[in-house]
């Protein structure tokens, strides 16, 4: 099982991240432009009015606020990213950092994606531990989670049931890590191509499982 671990071990080295996340300073820009915007005034002779009212003025504090919303996230996917960083040297300080009140957090924003990625990092860390059996939820999550939010197809989903088959193995369930790795295969060799790396990191696990 010792050859197996070392085969599997490269798909936990990264947990997943959510694709084409928008950068922080973008975010900020947006934000502040979208505050500005809410609050412009029509100037009449002399006097200047009251900020904007009515349909078009709600609806542009509606947008200033989702800006805020965006901006949130942002803060919230680098803690997170922080939190995966931190587990490679430090994963009993990271585990404290992903389960206090940034998983709370992460989990009223509603977003996939975030969630997706939080739940890869936990798995990640839990398994670095040596408490495979407690990160194996989580990995179920985050497969549901980003095949919910990116696809079934996309890299990210992937990674995360690669992430997943590696947990099953560690637990015993063998079997069914099996049946998750010749699912992302298939996947991987009928849009990336047999020799692509991940393909063939992917067989190599897998066969690595077929003769545990």
Excluded: W
């Excluded at 942002?74 to 990271?94: I, K, M, W």
């Excluded at 939080?118 to 497969?143: I, K, N, Q, W, Y």
């Excluded at 193995?169 to 060799?189: F, I, K, N, P, Y």
């Amino acid at each position: 099982m010792g050859g197996l671990r070392n085969v599997l071990s490269g798909f936990h080295r990264h947990s997943p991240r959510p694709h084409g996340s928008t950068p922080l300073a973008t975010v900020s820009r947006r934000t502040a432009c979208l505050g500005a915007q809410a609050t412009r005034t029509r100037k009449c002779g002399h006097r200047v009015a009251r900020p904007l009212r009515g349909r078009r003025g709600r609806a542009t504090r509606r947008s200033a606020s989702q800006g805020l919303a965006r901006d949130d996230r942002g803060a919230l996917v680098t803690e997170v990213s922080r939190a995966d960083g931190l587990r490679v040297t430090n994963p009993t300080a990271a585990l404290e950092m992903l389960t206090g009140g940034l998983g709370a957090r992460v989990g009223r924003s509603g977003n996939d994606a975030l969630r997706s990625m939080h739940a890869g990092a936990m798995s990640c860390t839990l398994r670095d531990l040596g408490r495979s059996r407690e990160a194996s939820p989580f990995a179920a999550e985050s497969v549901e989670l980003a095949t919910s939010h990116h696809g079934p197809e996309s890299s990210m989903t992937l990674n995360c049931g690669s992430l997943y088959a590696v947990l099953l193995a560690d637990v015993g369930r063998v079997r069914e890590g099996r049946a998750e790795l010749e699912r992302v295969l298939a996947t991987q060799t009928r849009i990336l191509g047999a020799e692509h790396p991940k393909s063939r990191h992917t067989k190599a696990a897998l066969d690595a499982l077929k003769n545990a």
